[in-house]
């Protein structure tokens, strides 16, 4: 996918499926996930390449979609004298439900949320935290088959955060409900997200579940060994030579391997130096080693 603002390319290589389940959007600031975000609910028109969002292009069948579909922006501007009730049954009517149940499902929704007993409250009596629990309480009062969650972290504090977390978990888990979760934050998207799409420069860098990203990205060997530094240095010319990419740190080896064919090559190599090994095992990648490899 491929879209433009006048003469600024905000997206330019924008491939990539979204499976069943918890999906992290990453990306840094500015490296288009809100802005594929917009795509996705139809504000954004795709200036060249295909986008299908529940088997619909989200531009021509808008309406069609949003009735599948709930979002929460970023922003925390929400209307200040509204009640956080009545806010959540407009934007639910907004999205085909009839008052009357509009009203109940937003009932049901703050109360799922944690806001059962605020959400008579003014909007604008609420703290941070709470606003973001009505926001995901609108995205969801429809019972929509896709929730869209941009930043839904943003401005808690870590107490804050891992209730959201949880409760995001939570709602996916129980109700069976796909999200989609934009976030800057490599630790929250590992917890609990099931795959991940990482963004940019506006193309797509990687994307797959986290656990073949994490193979993707390759594991390492890393083998600590009983020897002076002296020994170390040449054990590690020694393991160049065999072609195999190695970084020392003090007297451990970090080695790029995929297969068994590293361990024979340290194994290999301490036998012929003579040098006794303290520990080796394999190390598979995090998501951040994953993210800043793509990136840089």
Same mark, same amino acid.
């Given at each position: 996918?491929? *879209?433009?603002?006048?003469?600024?390319?905000?997206?330019?290589?924008?491939?990539?499926?979204?499976?069943?389940?918890?999906?992290?959007?990453?990306?840094?600031?500015?490296?288009?996930?809100?802005?594929?975000?917009?795509?996705?609910?139809?504000?954004?028109?795709?200036?060249?390449?295909?986008?299908?969002?529940?088997?619909? $292009?989200?531009?021509?069948?808008?309406?069609?979609?949003?009735?599948?579909?709930?979002?929460?922006?970023?922003? &925390?501007?929400?209307?200040?004298?509204?009640?956080?009730?009545?806010?959540?049954?407009?934007?639910?009517?907004? &999205?085909?439900?009839?008052?009357?149940?509009?009203?109940?499902?937003?009932?049901?929704?703050?109360?799922?949320?944690?806001?059962?007993?605020? *959400?008579?409250?003014?909007?604008?009596?609420?703290?941070?935290?709470?606003?973001?629990?009505?926001?995901?309480?609108?995205?969801?009062?429809?019972?929509?088959?896709?929730?869209?969650?941009?930043?839904?972290? $943003? @401005?808690?504090?870590?107490?804050?955060?891992?209730?959201?977390?949880?409760?995001?978990?939570?709602?996916?888990?129980?109700?069976?409900?796909?999200?989609?979760?934009?976030?800057?934050?490599?630790?929250?998207?590992?917890?609990?997200?099931?795959?991940?799409?990482?963004?940019?420069? @506006?193309?797509?860098?990687?994307?797959?579940?986290?656990?073949?990203?994490?193979?993707?990205?390759?594991?390492?060997?890393?083998?600590?060994?009983?020897?002076?530094?002296?020994?170390?240095?040449?054990?590690?010319?020694?393991?160049?030579? *065999?072609?195999?990419?190695?970084?020392?740190?003090?007297?451990?080896?970090?080695?790029?391997?995929?297969? $068994?064919?590293?361990?024979?090559?340290?194994?290999?190599?301490?036998?012929?130096?003579?040098?006794?090994?303290?520990?080796? &095992?394999?190390?598979?990648?995090?998501?951040?080693?994953?993210?800043?490899? *793509?990136?840089?």
């Amino acid at each position: 996918m491929v *879209r433009r603002y006048g003469g600024h390319l905000a997206l330019s290589d924008a491939t990539f499926d979204i499976n069943p389940g918890i999906t992290g959007l990453l990306g840094a600031n500015g490296a288009g996930k809100t802005t594929l975000l917009g795509m996705f609910i139809g504000l954004h028109q795709v200036n060249s390449g295909t986008l299908t969002v529940l088997g619909h $292009d989200p531009w021509s069948a808008g309406t069609h979609i949003r009735e599948r579909l709930g979002y929460a922006p970023e922003h &925390h501007t929400l209307p200040p004298d509204l009640r956080a009730s009545d806010f959540v049954r407009h934007v639910a009517e907004l &999205h085909g439900l009839p008052p009357v149940e509009a009203a109940t499902r937003a009932s049901d929704a703050l109360w799922l949320v944690g806001l059962g007993e605020e *959400r008579f409250r003014a909007l604008g009596t609420m703290s941070t935290g709470q606003r973001q629990r009505v926001k995901l309480a609108q995205a969801i009062a429809h019972d929509p088959e896709l929730v869209l969650l941009d930043e839904p972290t $943003d @401005g808690l504090d870590p107490m804050q955060r891992d209730a959201m977390l949880d409760l995001i978990r939570k709602i996916s888990a129980d109700f069976g409900i796909n999200i989609v979760l934009s976030s800057h934050l490599l630790d929250e998207v590992e917890r609990i997200c099931d795959a991940a799409v990482i963004i940019g420069d @506006g193309v797509t860098l990687a994307s797959g579940t986290l656990d073949e990203l994490r193979g993707g990205g390759g594991t390492n060997v890393v083998v600590e060994i009983d020897a002076g530094l002296n020994a170390v240095a040449h054990l590690a010319d020694a393991l160049r030579s *065999r072609h195999l990419a190695v970084s020392v740190d003090n007297r451990r080896l970090t080695v790029a391997g995929t297969d $068994d064919t590293a361990f024979d090559a340290i194994r290999d190599a301490c036998a012929d130096a003579a040098v006794g090994i303290v520990r080796l &095992h394999r190390q598979q990648l995090s998501l951040e080693d994953v993210f800043l490899e *793509r990136v840089g």
